[in-house]
């Protein structure tokens, strides 16, 4: 498997609304690595969404750039020249396109032709993500876990090498946002493609990161990284709760020195 | 399904039947001939197609389909191009706003020196009435569509073209199909207005003509027929609205 790395270099992001602009992030620096889960855990409003959507291509950048690397090849990072998967918070389907039709339209749009080899490949992905049966249907008549599900074969169905996740699990229940969590990582671990998650979840951090870094409000600098010893599990040993315990204090208190110490 | 569809059908025969027995109650307390027995103008029916009401029908629909088409092809695309650009809204809004209410009518004078007495007019005074509705309603339903709507398009590269393609006109078709299903009464009311002066055909002009040579019965035929074509065509709205946004069914 060939690997990829994605440079964030000195970026900076300002929110911006009609008649208003924030810093939200400012000198940010961040290596992603293919083969690895980065989720970056952070209090609403630290900047994250505006991030991802900056990788997206969706957002301006103030300064800095975002660069990706494959091979000796180091170039811009960009929507039209990388194959960037995507699941936005509220799935983000096109309610007047089937399953289907959502699922393909990304590859339409790439030019990639849907021949033999690649019908096959989203045949299997749809078998894997259980939504074969719903490929005619539209996205208002489907469940949350459902929609989920779609979201997530419609980003993989681009074969992404940069893969973006904006709180992709906070709008379901308990037990199917388990299940969603455990699918995602079965199809990410097919390819590993550079995957980034933002979440204010602590135990979703830890399920699914590699690599989990704390972002500091205001100025979106990493406050805290740690490599994850959890990933792909829920344990219940102390050494566990004590990760929590220690995350979510930094959540709350998200000023205090302690953020500078490292484990 | 056929449950709804038999709700339908009752609903129309019910409204029938009320509004020709009210207009009956009308005609015995009036005993006028400005109001006639329906019976009697029903049993008159066959003089319309001596008098070949398919042309004039044809006629007006012909006004009507060009001035909305007209309307659509200008309203939509200065619609989204508010939407999306700030810029251009801070320039159109104060126009589209001030002049919205103007009493477009008013300029028919205006309409039959520019544009002639025969279609010209007619056309450019239907296509005045609607634009401005379509354009804020196009408007309006793009800002109302979700952001993350476009992300996931534009994280894939999607261009200017693609983004309109697949997002915008298909987020504003329901509520375009409303706004044409208003414009479509609008202008059929219109008729009666611009089908008055240089034409010999149209609904619009018919009913004038009948009315002009006090021949009641007549009148009432030319009535009835533009309110069968505003049904049918509205009954074709909804058709229309079915089969293209089935997705919007909930």
Known sequence: MEQFKLYLSDLNLSYKSKDLSVPVIENLNLTLTSGRITVILGPSGCGKSTLINALAGNHPLDGGSITFESGKNRIPLHPQT???????????????????????????????????????????????????????RFPKSLSGGQAQRVAIARAFALQPEVLLMDEPFSALDAIT????????????????????????????????????????????????????????????ESKYLETVDKLRNMLRNPQKKELDDHV | MFKEKNQQYRLFLFGFLTTNFIWFLFSLIY????????????????????????????????????????????????????????????????????????????????????????????ISIIFLILVFQVVVSVRDSVEQIDITTY??????????????????????????????????????????????????????????????????????????VLALVGFLLFLMMDLLESYLCVWNKN
């Open chain 1, 82 to 136: 990388q194959r960037i998967g995507i699941i936005p918070q509220n799935y983000g389907l096109l309610p007047w396109k089937t399953v289907e039709d959502n699922c393909e339209l990304l590859l339409k749009i790439k030019n990639l032709e849907i021949d033999e080899k690649r019908s096959e490949f989203l045949g299997e992905l749809y078998e894997r993500l259980e939504i074969s049966s719903l490929l005619k």
């Open chain 2, 151 to 224: 992300q996931v398009i534009r994280s894939a590269g999607a261009t200017r073209r693609d983004v309109v393609r697949h997002v915008t006109l298909p987020a504003i078709l329901p509520n375009l199909l409303t706004s044409i299903r208003i414009s479509l009464g609008t202008a059929l009311s219109v008729l009666f207005f611009i089908e008055g002066y240089g034409t010999k055909f149209g609904m619009g002009y018919y009913i004038l003509d009948a009315w002009s040579r006090i021949n009641y019965i007549q009148m009432y035929l030319g009535i009835l």
């Open chain 2, 31 to 122: 005993n006028t001939s400005i109001i006639p027995d329906p019976i009697e103008v029903y049993r008159r029916i066959p003089v319309l197609l001596g008098d070949g009401i398919a042309v004039h029908i044809g006629y007006s629909l012909f006004r009507i389909g060009t001035g909305i088409l007209l309307a659509l092809l200008v309203g939509v695309p200065t619609g989204i191009s508010m939407a999306y650009s700030t810029r251009i809204q801070r320039y159109l809004y104060p126009f589209i706003y001030f002049s919205y209410p103007i009493p477009k009518t008013a300029l028919l004078p205006v309409a039959m020196l520019l544009m002639g007495m025969r279609d010209g007019s007619k």
């Open chain 1, 177 to 236: 946002r388990e299940n969603a969590r455990e699918i995602f990582l079965k199809e990410w671990e097919k390819n590993k493609p550079i995957a980034l998650l933002v979440t204010h979840s602590i135990e979703e951090a830890l399920y699914l990161g590699n690599e989990i870094i704390v972002m500091k409000s205001p100025k979106g600098h990493v406050g805290f990284r740690m490599d994850n010893p959890y990933f792909g599990a829920y344990s219940k």
